[in-house]
């Protein structure tokens, strides 16, 4: 298995583009979530998944657009992208939901920066 | 409002020098709490799971213990290639923070040969 992939592993972005960050697991998780770690700070839940088709916020949502159209994808999307989303993004997943105590895996991460 | 607190911040151990780290939690009914090693550029990586106070477990040189309100990962006789930034994340019930691992800031452990 892979495990949890994610891509690309570095983006430069200018203030107002817009881009999707990608992820995907082959261990048929039904769990799925998105992090951000900045410097100083622990990591902070953006947006999660528990099934294909469900989606809910996390601690920090604003900004960013997530779906879940498949058990392997979950991707995230920066529609107008800012500086203050410069950040390094890491995708987990778990077997079970949110309010199970299944491990969570993470993703190699991916580093955004935003000019 | 659930809370974690690591400490130290930052911890520099001499090869050998055994120590301990801190993770202070505040979460409405734990449901478990989980232990990760992040090495610079790479994502976490799980070390360990605790269910419930007075459980212990061991990996190697670390060993994780948890009481109601904090835990506690004892590194015996470290060697420098457990340098690494150690990341505590307690899982609360919904009525917390909707079931979701809740991080710390993270403890940096920097081991000299």
């Known amino acids: 298995n892979a495990g949890v992939t994610q891509t690309p592993k570095f983006q430069v972005l200018k203030t107002g583009q817009s881009m999707t960050l990608q992820c995907a697991q082959d261990?048929?998780?039904?769990?799925m979530s998105w992090y951000r770690q900045d410097p100083g700070m622990g990591l902070r839940l953006i947006h999660y998944?528990?099934?294909?088709?469900?989606?809910d916020q996390g601690e920090v949502p604003n900004g960013y657009n997530v779906s879940r159209s498949t058990t392997e994808d979950f991707p995230l999307r920066l529609l107008s992208a800012a500086p203050s989303q410069t950040s390094v993004y890491f995708c987990a997943s778990s077997y079970s939901t949110a309010g199970s105590t299944d491990t969570q895996y993470f993703g190699p991460g991916t580093r955004l920066t935003v000019l | 409002e659930d809370q974690v607190t690591q400490s130290p911040e930052a911890l520099r151990l001499q090869e050998g020098e055994s120590s301990s780290l801190n993770c202070s939690y505040t979460?409405?009914?734990?449901?478990?709490l989980f232990w990760y090693r992040q090495d610079p550029g790479k994502g976490p990586e799980f070390l360990f799971t605790?269910?419930?106070a007075g459980e212990e477990k061991e990996k190697e040189r670390l060993k994780a213990t948890l009481t109601k309100k904090e835990s506690f990962l004892h590194i015996t006789a470290p060697k420098p290639e457990d340098s690494a930034t150690y990341l505590c994340?307690?899982?609360?019930?919904?009525?917390?923070?909707?079931?979701?691992?809740?991080f710390g800031k993270g403890t940096k452990l920097s081991v000299k040969p």
């Open positions: 605790l269910y419930s």
């Open positions: 994340a307690p899982k609360g019930d919904y009525g917390g923070s909707q079931g979701n691992l809740i």
């Open positions: 998944s528990v099934g294909a088709g469900i989606t």
């Open positions: 261990m048929n998780h039904e769990y």
């Open positions: 979460v409405s009914g734990l449901r478990g």
